[in-house]
Nanobody
Framework: QLQFVESGGGLVQAGGSLRLSCADS????????IGWFRQAPGKEREGVSC????????NYLESVKGRFTISRDNAKKTVYLQINSLVPEVTAVYYC??????????????????WGQGTQVTVSS
């Protein structure tokens, strides 16, 4: 049974860094693009980054470029999101999600079929 588990969130001070992990306890991730999304209180879920199945293509929300880095290790069935220079505005629950096999990255949540439970990131000023 497919199950994504996000980890690495927490309460950090502005200026710090976090590395979020998205581990797949099911089958291989090799054929799937994986996206990271976030949802802040009272706001819609938005895509922040996505990585292609082989890791050779990445996309970022404009506002996070230069501070967020997505990567993957297919052997470990894990996708990472490195977040640097944290600011309070990135406070949200962060989710990872999987596209259907062979599909390229898209930015809208409806394009993803499997989701993790989320990990909370809170940045204090």
């Amino acid at each position: 049974q497919l199950q994504f588990v996000e980890s690495g969130g927490g309460l950090v001070q502005a200026g710090g860094s976090l590395r979020l992990s998205c581990a797949d306890s099911g089958f291989t991730l090799d054929y799937y693009s994986i996206g990271w999304f976030r949802q802040a209180p009272g706001k819609e879920r938005e895509g922040v980054s996505c990585i292609s199945s082989r890791g050779d293509s990445t996309n970022y929300l404009e506002s996070v470029k230069g501070r967020f880095t997505i990567s993957r290790d297919n052997a470990k069935k894990t996708v990472y999101l490195q977040i640097n220079s944290l600011v309070p505005e990135v406070t949200a629950v962060y989710y990872c999600a999987r596209r259907r096999a062979g599909r390229q990255c898209v930015s809208f949540p409806g394009g993803y079929e499997y989701w993790g439970q989320g990990t909370q990131v809170t940045v204090s000023s």
